[in-house]
Each structure stands twice: as structure tokens, then as C-alpha cells.
């Protein structure tokens, strides 16, 4: 009769076990899928209050595409004809181009913002979703190291940019994303390509 008393209690505990196992389960689940911040929170935190932003698009033509690729170097892919952007103005001059680019790291996706200033340099990256596990998001302290560059061969894990321990894959999907930036942007405005 003892056994059953405690078979009794054990099962009434199951559904609770189970609820709660499913709880944790839906809350660590989102946290593998990291949106850190929206399209307009980027933009915002890009640009300085008063800055006109504007969305453009360029329209790329093969040769367009052609030269887009040999810039961004071997090794990084760019396969869009389309690119839209967001172009910056405070009292009549510009302050920078912003562009989104969605690419995988491993298996998952990652969404940075990559803005450019006039001169042509990385102002910023920033990360806005990161579905890999978090452990393998790249710091800030390292994403900064991207920032200021131009497109030249030390933009490379090959070259300057430090690797990240652990998470090698993360490293060149940035370093990866940050040349195709600059490479369109150095096609569409030297062409004029946007509209």
C-alpha cells in the first residue's frame, strides 16, 4: 500500500514537472534568437538628432555586380542587385549611409547595421539580431576594431583584424559583411546607382 501512496504523489507532480519544464524551455528559447535592436533603433542610435534619413535604392547592373565582388575581395559573397540604404543629411551635408546586411554566421542568421561615413571609413557596425548561441556574438570591444577601416586588405581576419577565439565563424561573417558594405558603397556612389 506504501508504494502506491508514493506513486500517487509522484504522478501528481508530473504535470507540474512537465508545465515547468516547458516554461523553461519557451523562456531559454528566445534567448537563442537575439534581437538586440530594431531597423528605426539603429538608425536612431546611428545618426545624430536633427539628421535627415532618407531610403534609397540602387539598382546595380552586372558590371556593377561584377565589380562590387572583385573589391569586396575572395571569399565574400555578393549576389544582391538590389541594395537599399539610408542615406544621412544635417544641414544640407551628409553624415552617412547606413546599410543592413543579413548573412549567415554558421548555421543561423545575423543582422548588422554597417554605417559608412563620407570619407568612405566604418563609422560603426552594430549587431541587431544574432541567432547563433550568444556565447559566439561578438563583443563590442571587438566589433570597434572594424570601425574606422576602409576597404583594404588588413579588413580580413587574414590581415589586422584579431580573430575571435571560439568563434571563428562570427569573426568572418563580420569582417565578410563590413567589405561587401564598403564595396557597394563604393560602387553605388561612384557610379551613382542609387536613386
Known sequence: ??????????????????????????????????TLMTQEEALAVAFPAGAEVERRTAYLSDAQLAEARSLAGR????????????????????????????????????????????????????????TEPPEYRAPDGWIEQIEGRRLEDGLSTRGD?????????TARALTGAARRVLALHAVIHATGAGS
Not at 583584424?161 to 565563424?169: D, K, P, Q, S
Open 1 to 34: 500500500m506504501r508504494g502506491r501512496v508514493g506513486r500517487a504523489r509522484s504522478c501528481r507532480r508530473l504535470p507540474g514537472l512537465l508545465l515547468g519544464g516547458l516554461t523553461a524551455l519557451a523562456a531559454w528559447a528566445p534567448a537563442t534568437g537575439q
Open 75 to 130: 571569399g565574400v559573397e555578393i549576389d544582391q542587385t538590389v541594395v537599399t540604404y539610408y542615406a544621412a543629411r544635417r544641414d544640407g551635408r551628409p553624415v552617412g549611409v547606413a546599410y543592413f546586411d543579413a548573412h549567415r554566421v554558421r548555421t543561423k542568421a545575423e543582422v548588422v547595421m554597417v554605417v559608412v561615413r563620407p570619407d568612405g571609413r566604418i563609422d560603426r557596425v552594430d549587431v541587431l539580431k544574432f
Open 161 to 169: 583584424i584579431v580573430n575571435l577565439t571560439g568563434a571563428t565563424l
